[in-house]
Structure formats: C-alpha cells, structure tokens
T-cell receptor, first 113, second 109 residues
C-alpha cells in the first residue's frame, strides 16, 4: 500500500549508458514531480507534471526526459549518463493546487562510474 | 518565494521538547509556512503547514506569531528516531517548493 513508489532503489551504471527510473503513486494525485538530491544534500526540483502535462522544467539538460503515460506514473529517462548525474532522485506527488504538500517516494540512488 | 533562515544544526536529548525556529522576514500575504522532515536515505515527509497562529497535528505543532515573520516547529518529547533534517518552506499554496539546507536535528540518548 505504498503511496509513492520508485524502481529501482539502486542503479549503478557506466558513463554513456541510458537508464530509466519509474515512479508510481496510488494517492489519486494529479501532480507529480522529479527531484535530484546531490552529494551535498541539496534537493532541487527538476520537473513537474499536471495530469500528464509538463508544467515545470527547471533548466535540466535535455538528456533527461520525463514521460507520463498516465497521471499515476511519471518516469524519468536519462540518456548518455555522466558522472555528475550521480545523485539520489526522488519522485513526489501532490493534489492539484496543493504543491506545498507533497508526498515523496523512497528515492533512487544512481551511481555513474 | 520568501527566503527562509533556520539553524544549520541542533542537538537535544530524548524526552525533551524541541523547538526549531525559522525566519522569513519577507513573507507575502498569501504565503503559507510548511515543514518537512527527511530521515537519512529517505524522501522528505510533509509534517505540518500553517498560515497564522497555531496548528497542531499528531506529529508536531507550528507556532506563527501575528507578524508571520518567523515560525517555530515544536516537536514534543523527542526520541532518537526524530533525528533528521527539518526543512522550513514558505510560499503560496500552489507555489513550487524550494528546499534550503534545513536544520539537522540530532537527538542524543
């Protein structure tokens, strides 16, 4: 009965590879997000979707492409991985119009070697 | 979005009440104050949100003075498991949230 789930929990890959992280929420929320938390623990928003429509793109390199097949899922695909992409990626969701109250997933620790 | 200032770290002991204060001098009329908690290796967790005076839930209380230029998160009778980073955020109810550095709370036995 996990509210926001992500897979995989850990991801180790080499530079240049392409990888995807999946996110699903069963809260019935209309808005979903991706965040990146780097080694210094700063948590930064990357993308936000409302009902499958992109509404926030925080100047993230276009190697990162979010995809929302339906409002319960927001996947993150990363092309040509770089060392600097190593971080923990969190998915979150909220009710429409309630971005202040978000529910986060457990995170995916991505390590690029 | 209003800028917030909170202590970088705090220590307390089990069983004590812990108060973490956040300053937000340029808070706007329609801004809310929200607190999140993040345990190591986990995503942030929404704790509480308020606009003015006092809000209480099963986890914490939030005290907001009349001028709203600061707020205090109060955690009653903390335990070791309350060791976490606590983030204070200020913004409109539907503004994107921007996390600062937070306050690293360390509970000692």
């Amino acid at each position: 009965d996990t509210a926001v789930s992500q897979t995989p929990k850990y991801l180790v890959t080499q530079m240049g590879n392409d990888k995807s992280i999946k996110c699903e929420q069963n809260l019935g929320h209309d808005t979903m997000y991706w965040y990146k938390q780097d080694s210094k623990k700063f948590l930064k928003i990357m993308f936000s979707y409302n009902n499958k429509e992109l509404i926030i793109n925080e100047t993230v390199p276009n190697r990162f492409s979010p995809k929302s097949p339906d409002k319960a899922h927001l996947n993150l695909h990363i092309n040509s991985l770089e060392l600097g992409d190593s971080a923990v990626y969190f998915c979150a969701s909220s009710r429409l119009g309630q971005r202040g109250e978000q529910y986060f997933g457990p995170g995916t620790r991505l390590t690029v070697t | 979005l209003a800028k917030t200032t909170q202590p970088i770290s705090m220590d307390s002991y089990e069983g004590q009440e812990v108060n973490i204060t956040c300053s937000h001098n340029n808070i706007a009329t329609n801004d809310y104050i929200t607190w999140y908690q993040q345990f190591p290796s986990q995503g942030p967790r929404f704790i509480i949100q308020g606009y003015k005076t006092k809000v209480t839930n099963e986890v914490a209380s939030l005290f907001i003075p009349a001028d709203r230029k600061s707020s205090t998160l109060s955690l009653p009778r903390v335990s070791l498991s309350d060791t976490a980073v606590y983030y204070c955020l200020v913004g409109g109810i539907d503004d994107k949230i921007i996390f600062g550095k937070g306050t690293r709370l360390h509970i000692l036995p």
